[in-house]
């Protein structure tokens, strides 16, 4: 069974990058199809960018050309690059992964705020 754990959350200014991280314990994580995942205070948790097992990417409009989802099967991570952050970026991040006929995922979630 897959585990996940993020990291590289933290407080940045607006304008400002991160890069989080996502490693996974598991054999078989080149088999699922990767996902960041954030959640605001008081809103509903969205998809921000997924990565499938065979490297295809896609992005919710909002972070589209800011972000950039990719993964490394050697070393079982998942990352998201996110530049140019705005405030509204500010959220729990979770890291995702799904294979058919399988549960969900999920990690711990790791907090991004970005001060204006």
């Known amino acids: 069974q897959v585990q996940l754990a993020e990291s590289g959350g933290g407080l940045v200014q607006a304008g400002g990058s991160l890069r989080l991280s996502c490693a996974a314990s598991g054999r078989i994580f080149s088999m699922y199809a990767m996902g960041w995942y954030r959640q605001a205070p008081g809103k509903q948790r969205e998809l921000v960018a997924v990565i499938t097992s065979g490297g295809s990417t896609s992005y919710v409009d909002s972070v589209q050309g800011r972000f950039t989802i990719s993964r490394d099967n050697a070393k079982n991570t998942v990352y998201l690059q996110m530049n140019n952050l705005k405030p509204e970026d500010t959220a729990v991040y979770y890291c995702?992964?799904?294979?058919?006929?399988?549960?969900?995922?999920w990690g711990q979630g790791t907090q991004v705020t970005v001060s204006s």
């Open positions: 995702n992964g799904r294979r058919a006929a399988l549960p969900d995922i």
